[in-house]
Nanobody, 122 residues
């Protein structure tokens, strides 16, 4: 079973940028790698996903055009480049993997990391 570890979160001002990293314990092939976020009192929501080969990427409407998901298979790592950050992006960010095609479904993912906190000040 794959386990992921997130890093790269921090405190930034609105309009700033952060790059999150997600390191996998094993090679993640034939799967989607996804980023989700969760604010206190809220459900965990889909942010972005990438097919293991990098052939396909998907984004939620709220981050489209601002965030970019990528991967480096040689390092067993997936990244989330976050630009033009907004206060509403504040949340704990998680990554996980799924072998199912419904890449937006949080219940289909496994290997959740501990999360990394992103806080955007206004």
């Amino acid at each position: 079973q794959v386990q992921l570890v997130e890093s790269g979160g921090g405190l930034v001002q609105a309009g700033g940028s952060l790059r999150l990293s997600c390191a996998a314990s094993v090679r993640t092939v034939n799967s989607y790698l996804g980023w989700f976020r969760q604010a206190p009192g809220k459900e965990r929501e889909f942010v972005a996903a990438i097919w293991w080969s990098g052939a396909s990427t998907y984004y939620s409407d709220s981050v489209k055009g601002r965030f970019t998901i990528s991967r480096d298979n040689a390092k067993n790592t997936v990244y989330l480049q976050m630009n033009t950050l907004k206060p509403e992006d504040t949340a704990n960010y998680y990554c996980a993997a799924t072998y199912y095609t419904d890449y937006q479904d949080v219940s289909r993912y496994q290997g959740w990391g501990q999360g990394t906190q992103v806080t955007v000040s206004s």
